[in-house]
């Protein structure tokens, strides 16, 4: 009996509108989304299709929407990636569910094999890990920390990652700033991060917590990384923290300390 592959039996798709529904977004903001990364090369353009709706006045009308196969599934993850990062759990979860159909299908009767598995688990695994790495820009250290708890949670040996990597001496901003007595020291919430990210150093990013309440953390952008860069947090390793190069933060801070003294109000002091 021959052996059969999943997607040269059945075709397994993600429509731009279910990509819509499943990160909560408007469908023209993930189109715009697609086109702008289709644009910059990131992406090969998906397929156009035609969906057929009922307008608000009760008239049919067709919708164009973008249709992922399952070859170009890695495209799908970075479009969500760009979208809401916290969401992209779901579109794995999603795309295994059509996976796990087409497999039920291919296991009945007419076209069952002898020996059939879907091996798709691990290797969405490695690409969700690879996802959260360029995602979240994250350092060659907590890059390691990631694939070493991969192996852990696979019960695979991790003994062929390297124990650490040469990377420039880093602090976090607070400290840096205190220990040479600077005014700023103590309003790293209030103005020194709210000044960074106006500069293009830092970005907010945001995540689901346990109840689905949203939790914002802090990251470096890719300017942002000559002057730092991003490690996992000790707090939760679904979030960064930046933490900046001790030999470069010199020049930082006097980025910082004109930024914020062209931008206080005349007649006030911007410390």
């Not at 990364?37 to 998906?46: E, N």
């Not at 008239?59 to 990062?85: C, G, N, T």
């Not at 579109?91 to 295994?96: C, E, I, P």
Request: aromatic share 8%; hydrophobic share 40%; with cysteine.
């Amino acid at each position: 009996m021959e052996t059969y592959n999943s997607t040269s039996v059945l075709t397994i798709t993600m429509t731009s509108r279910e990509i819509a529904d499943l990160v909560e977004k408007r469908h023209s903001d993930v189109k715009r989304t697609i086109d702008m990364l289709v644009a910059r090369g990131t992406i090969l353009k998906p397929q156009i299709a035609f969906l057929e709706e009922i307008s608000n006045l009760g008239l049919p009308i067709k919708r164009e929407i973008y249709v992922f196969d399952h070859a170009h599934k890695r495209d799908s993850f970075i479009v969500v990636a760009q979208l809401s990062p916290e969401f992209t759990a779901k579109l794995v979860d999603r795309w295994q569910e059509l996976e796990a159909a087409a497999a039920s299908t291919l296991q009945q009767p007419s076209i069952q094999s002898d020996a059939y598995t879907l091996p798709y688990q691990p290797a969405i695994e490695i690409q969700i890990a690879e996802l959260a790495m360029r995602t979240l820009k994250m350092s060659d250290t907590s890059k390691i920390r990631m694939l070493a708890l991969l192996c852990e949670t696979k019960g695979s040996k991790s003994n062929f990652l390297p124990d650490y990597v040469d990377e420039s001496l880093v602090r976090a901003i607070t400290p840096l700033l205190k220990e040479i007595g600077h005014p700023l020291g103590s309003q790293v919430a209030k103005k020194v991060n709210p000044a960074l990210e106006a500069m293009g150093i830092l970005q907010h990013l945001s995540r689901k917590g346990r109840n689905n309440e949203i939790k914002w953390f802090w990251n470096l952008t890719d300017e942002g990384l000559q002057y730092g860069r991003n490690e996992t947090s000790p707090n939760n390793p679904r979030e960064t923290q930046p933490l900046f190069f001790v030999e470069r933060f010199p020049e930082l801070l006097k980025r910082l300390e004109a930024y914020i003294d062209s931008n206080a109000l005349p007649g006030t002091n911007s410390q």
